[in-house]
């Protein structure tokens, strides 16, 4: 079993519509989240990081945590043709520095 | 853009060979990390750079190695290439204390035929 586990996807969903993605974990010493975006042929940038349960908010995202289910949760709302991309779900220890653990991606397409 | 630089941008190796991928850290960053991304997979941590010392390695073979300079920026080894060794090699930089925000390059796509 991966230590993190994301639908590869492809999501496709129409320009202006809430996309919804997610990651689930199985260490339970996981502190912090992130979730990362990454165009074709680019490296990853981050979007969002949080620590504790419950939810962040940056503009159009919306981080999500449940640490009781080990489930995480990135929401893009108003999405645009410029949101296509995949998107990476990071977990860390945190005591370890910035050695991140990754899902595999979910590739989102936004059409218009 | 992140500051984060790497070289070269692609490369084709033959089995067997050996390669050598260079990273310039973000101006202000200590820590370098090392990740090998299999196309359509997420990003694997190979190891990590600290003052110019490996501070801990992913689950890989000792023919991945590395090196970090005074001035942080840092350099992946690979020997003996094998074809499961095509990939694309993402360096990123970051400050120790710093436990959320790591700075990706762009990357560098390794073939191996």
């Known amino acids: 079993q991966k230590e993190v586990e994301q639908d590869p996807g492809p999501l496709s969903v129409p320009e202006g519509a809430i996309v919804s993605l997610n990651c689930t974990y199985s260490n339970s010493a996981f502190q912090y989240f992130m979730w990362y975006r990454q165009y074709s042929r680019k490296g990853p940038e981050l979007l969002m990081y949080t620590y504790s349960s419950g939810n962040k908010e940056d503009g159009r995202f919306t981080a999500q945590v449940d640490k009781s289910s080990k489930y995480i949760s990135l929401f893009i709302r108003d999405s645009q043709p410029s949101d296509s991309a995949t998107y990476l779900c990071?977990?860390?220890?945190?005591?370890?520095?910035?050695?991140?653990?990754f899902g595999g991606g979910t590739r989102v397409l936004v059409k218009p | 853009e992140t500051g984060v630089t790497q070289s070269p941008t692609h490369l084709i190796k033959t089995r067997g060979q050996q390669v050598t991928l260079r990273c310039s850290s973000q101006s202000g960053h200590n820590t370098v990390s090392w990740y090998q991304q299999a196309l359509g997979q997420g990003p694997q941590f190979i190891f990590q750079y600290y003052r110019e010392e490996e501070n801990g390695r992913g689950n890989f073979p000792p023919r991945f190695s590395g090196l970090q300079f005074p001035n942080y920026s840092s350099e992946l080894n690979v020997n003996a290439l094998e074809l499961d060794d095509s990939a694309l090699y993402l360096c990123?930089?970051?400050?120790?204390?710093?436990?959320?925000?790591?700075?990706f390059g762009q990357g560098t796509r390794l073939t191996v035929v």
């Open positions: 990123a930089s970051s400050w120790i204390g710093t436990e959320t925000e790591a700075f």
């Open positions: 990071a977990i860390n220890v945190g005591a370890a520095g910035n050695k991140l653990t």
